[in-house]
């Protein structure tokens, strides 16, 4: 059998995208389009490699086999793409997808990246952990930086680790700066989208403590937990650095509860370096190269 890159492409697309719609969509082209090349594929293949059950798609074990490899074409057509897409002498398009709780940590670095580099344009793109992470797979970045959740998706990502950060209790007005893990159980807990490494992190290190907050309510994004959090609405669970200029400002008080494994854990994400763009190195250098100052 000899799959072609193009129908391996699709087939990561449609586990990505959780379907042959949403799949079209996103590669411009018709749904039948797609539809036929994951028949001829699973042609090929001699076996299926998705199927459909009442909870959605699912891989089978040839499936599993097999989307790693499909991921990593994918990832290489779409850098080729861009590569031949770019004019002679013009700028290297670096792209890096951010966790809203990184962006405070490394924003201030990529800009000077940027500066440092006439020939650099950069492109930051905020999101969420699991977003930023499914980017990076699909090739629609070519980085990230973000929060690491307790339990790590098998992927053939470089992971760098950056640095860890205490994730403390976030409320408004003057608080204890220090209380034990049962001061969770007396809140109500704002929390960011699932996804979130800082969310799935706290949530693990809570349950195993039998700390579960009286009321949950889920905001979204990191910045409107924190809005919130600044209204009265309820706590936060954040790291320390995303909160320290309202803290320092008296709006909101940060509580450490003294849990050394309620880290955040800050790492780069990018593919194999044999995948990587030009401009992408001065990049990892600027942020990764001097991580121990950060």
């Given at each position: ?17 959780g ?12 749904q ?44 290489a ?8 897409a ?12 951010l ?35 499914s980017a ?14 307790p339990?790590?998706?098998e ?24 209380a ?11 929390w ?8 799935a ?12 907050p ?14 919130a959090?600044?209204a ?7 790291p ?34 044999e ?20």
């Amino acid at each position: 059998m000899r799959f072609s890159a193009d129908q391996l492409a699709v087939f990561a697309a449609v586990v990505e995208h959780g379907g042959v719609t949403r799949a079209a969509g996103a590669l411009n082209v018709t749904q039948p389009a797609v539809s036929a090349r994951m028949r001829s594929l699973q042609a090929l293949a001699g076996r299926q490699l998705i199927v459909r059950t009442p909870r959605g798609l699912e891989l089978t074990p040839a499936g599993e086999a097999l989307l790693p490899h499909a991921r990593a074409v994918a990832r290489a057509m779409g850098r080729a793409e861009r590569a031949i897409a770019l004019p002679e002498a013009s700028e290297l398009q670096v792209s890096i997808a951010l966790s809203e709780a990184a962006v405070p940590l490394v924003a201030a670095r990529l800009a000077h990246a940027a500066l440092e580099a006439p020939r650099l344009e950069l492109r930051v793109v905020p999101c969420d952990a699991s977003t930023a992470v499914s980017a990076v797979v699909a090739g629609e970045v070519d980085a990230a930086v973000t929060v690491a959740g307790p339990d790590p998706p098998e992927d053939d990502l470089v992971r760098r680790p950056l640095l860890v950060d205490e994730i403390v209790l976030v409320r408004a007005g003057p608080h204890e700066p220090v209380a034990s893990l049962a001061a969770v159980e007396r809140e109500t807990i704002l929390w960011q989208a699932r996804g979130s490494g800082v969310r799935a992190t706290a949530e693990r290190v809570l349950e195993a403590a039998g700390a579960w907050p009286a009321r949950s309510l889920e905001i979204g994004s990191s910045l409107g937990v924190l809005a919130a959090a600044a209204a009265g609405h309820g706590a936060a669970l954040l790291p320390r650095r995303y909160v320290e200029s309202r803290v320092s400002t008296g709006e909101l008080t940060a509580t450490s509860l003294r849990a050394s494994d309620l880290s955040a854990r800050f790492e780069w994400l990018a593919a194999p370096v044999e995948h990587l763009g030009a401009g992408v190195g001065r990049v990892f250098e600027a942020v990764v190269g001097r991580a121990d100052s950060l």
